[in-house]
């Protein structure tokens, strides 16, 4: 069985084994359910609006640029 301390914070690291095996990572939401005393943790799918913002862009765009990148794309949906 894997152990971790709990901080005065309340807070626990999971063990990077569990983590890997759930696929959690920074940034992930994670819930807890109470099944007879014991506690479960579960990794929770993320909805966009709640990651808005943490990829960043390697490049920017002009306002004309992206005008154009939404007219192609009307036009290619229009063909559809």
């Known amino acids: 069985m894997l152990?971790?301390?709990?901080?005065?914070?309340?807070?626990?690291t999971?063990?990077?084994e569990l983590r890997e095996k759930l696929g959690i990572k920074p940034g992930d939401r994670v819930g807890f359910v109470d099944e007879?005393?014991?506690i479960?943790?579960?990794?929770?799918?993320?909805?966009?609006e709640a990651v808005f913002g943490?990829?960043?862009?390697r490049k920017g765009a002009?306002?004309?640029?992206m005008k154009e990148?939404?007219?192609a794309g009307r036009?290619?949906?229009?063909r559809g």
Not at 3 to 12: A, I, L, N, R, Y
Not at 40 to 48: G, N, P, S
Not at 75 to 78: D, Q
């Open 3 to 12: 152990s971790s301390s709990v901080t005065t914070k309340g807070q626990v």
């Open 14 to 16: 999971i063990p990077v």
């Open 36 to 38: 007879g005393g014991r």
């Open 40 to 48: 479960i943790l579960q990794r929770q799918e993320t909805a966009i």
């Open 54 to 57: 943490i990829v960043k862009a």
């Open 62 to 65: 002009t306002l004309e640029q």
């Open 69 to 71: 990148a939404v007219a």
């Open 75 to 78: 036009s290619r949906h229009a």
